[in-house]
């Protein structure tokens, strides 16, 4: 009878001395990061055969997806195919318009019936300036709060136009100085990053925790880059991998937007070639 207060020490104790290492060695989350695949990669094959492309990306090895909606299933079936394939529904691209007043709380609970714990957001207007940047930045917040009382991360997904300077700072700085680093995290785009002239080892250092998964895709330089598969182009893969680990980042998600062998082909030799690197 004495045996079990003793037990709840040790256990507490053990508990503790665990979250201090994880704190002082983020290496250790690091360890358990896991791959996955913007559907946008593979979106030629999943119109042709939905339930037979996800059954590739998955025999691939890639431990999750990162979409958006169901396709053809019903939400029953899409969940039931996530586990008979035992890969995560990790992630949706999503639009400000959906968590509109009302439809917020809607919105948020449909994907966290789906299992999407990470909410990406991209922003583009036609004409943009530090104001719309600023503009922006109360929606984003409103959203974000609600995602974090859901258990769900909103975070912001950049293209190449972040980095365009207003005043000596880039929009990207903007942005993220104008949301709250609680409700909006960024979910880093090391390809674009790489297109806008931009060191992605630099950017993942100097965001440091801000960030929450890396979106990983690879380009070529020259006149003419053009996107190709992780680990063949000008991304500087182990630079990207090692600033990554050393923030625990769980995510590592593949995407290409065009390619010149069959889509599902080109993500399996990304996955192939990211799995060597971050291990």
Known sequence: ACAAPATAHATRTTAVRLIRLILAEPDILSAMAKIGLQLWTVRDALEKDFT?????????????????????????????????????NMGAHVGLGEFEGAKLEKALAYHKRLGIRYLGYSHWEKQMNAETWKRIAGPMNRVGKAAVAH???????????????????????????????????????????????????????????????????????????????????????????????KLGIPWFVVEQDWWDIPSTTSAAISYANAKKVIG
């Open 52 to 88: 037979g492309t996800l059954r590739a990306v998955a025999k691939s090895g890639y431990d999750g997806i990162e979409g958006g909606g169901t396709g053809p299933l019903n939400e029953k079936a899409y969940n039931a195919l996530m586990k008979e394939l035992g890969i995560e």
């Open 151 to 245: 258990g769900m991360v909103f975070q912001y997904h950049n293209h190449a136009h972040e980095f365009v300077q207003y005043g000596g700072r880039t929009a990207l700085d903007i942005l993220l100085g104008e949301t709250d680093p609680r409700w909006v995290r960024s979910q880093l785009d090391v390809g674009w990053v790489t297109r806008a002239g931009q060191n992605a080892v630099t950017w993942i250092r100097k965001l440091g925790k801000r960030i929450v998964t890396i979106h990983l895709k690879d380009t070529t330089k020259g006149p003419k880059p053009a996107w190709t598969e992780v680990g063949t182009g000008a991304l500087p893969l182990a630079g990207v991998v090692a600033a990554s680990k």
